[in-house]
């Protein structure tokens, strides 16, 4: 009996120790764009003058002047200054100088390098089931007498299962990019601003240069003197 007690209190002990460290979590599965060739950089450029031509066409005419905030000349910029105009352009709005625009648009990037190897999650959301599911059905056809249907049955099965494998074998690129758009107005601090994250190739991570996220810079803080006596 003594014994049996004192197993007990050396394994709580053991249990509350272990308890006091946290164990690792992943966040819920999600998704996240890739930048893999230039015809991304026009989609993206699309949906941010998209965005820019909506935030600005309730308040002024559709004739609107803006000007880019010069920025640096690493492949991705430029070709993303050349589309944003030409689709700017294309919605009726006049590309201008700074000191003369309506509005001025600004964009920075900053480059995310990570040292570990990531992978994704264990296995996608209901992917387990789905096979499962799958197995059953198939079993049903072929215990039911319907060759055919088992046939394409389990063919879906061996997609599915390529599937599963495929994506558990994704090995993560290291390098992300994070775009931060802002564009002003005479007069305000920011008319519209939006922020977009994105995976980009380890060998392409030099078509992208970091650049100062100047948001907030030309603000300085309010600053106070106190005096303390006795």
């Known amino acids: 009996m003594l014994k049996k007690i ?10 509350v120790g272990c308890s006091q460290v946290p164990k690792p ?20 450029a699309r949906d941010i003058g998209n ?24 492949p991705f910029c430029r070709a993303f200054r050349s589309y944003l105009a030409t689709y700017l352009t294309q919605a009726e709005m006049t590309l201008k100088e700074i000191d003369t625009a ?24 209901g992917s387990n089931t789905l096979v499962a599911l799958l197995g ?16 394409i049955a389990s063919g879906l099965l061996l997609d599915m299962a390529k599937e599963v494998y495929q994506y558990n074998s994704i090995t993560l690129p290291k390098n992300e990019i994070i775009i931060s758009v802002s564009l002003k107005k005479a007069g305000e601090y920011s008319h519209y601003r939006s922020t977009h994250t994105y995976y980009v190739n380890d060998m392409d991570a030099d078509h992208y240069y970091t650049t100062k996220d100047y948001l907030g810079m030309d603000k300085k803080f309010n600053e106070k003197t106190f005096s303390v006596s006795d």
């Open 25 to 44: 979590g992943s966040h819920q599965y999600s998704v996240q764009t890739k930048f893999e060739a230039s015809e991304h950089w026009n989609i993206f």
């Open 51 to 74: 965005n820019i031509t909506q935030a600005i066409k309730p308040e002024d005419s559709p004739y609107s002047s803006i000007a880019f905030i010069p920025n640096d000349n690493s």
């Open 136 to 151: 059953v059905g198939i079993y049903k056809l072929f215990d039911d007498h319907s060759t055919a249907a088992g046939v």
């Open 102 to 125: 309506d509005y001025q648009l600004d964009w920075s990037v900053q480059t995310v390098t990570h040292d570990a190897v990531r992978k994704p999650a264990k296995d996608f959301p």
């Open 6 to 15: 004192l197993l007990y209190m050396f394994l709580s002990l053991f249990f």
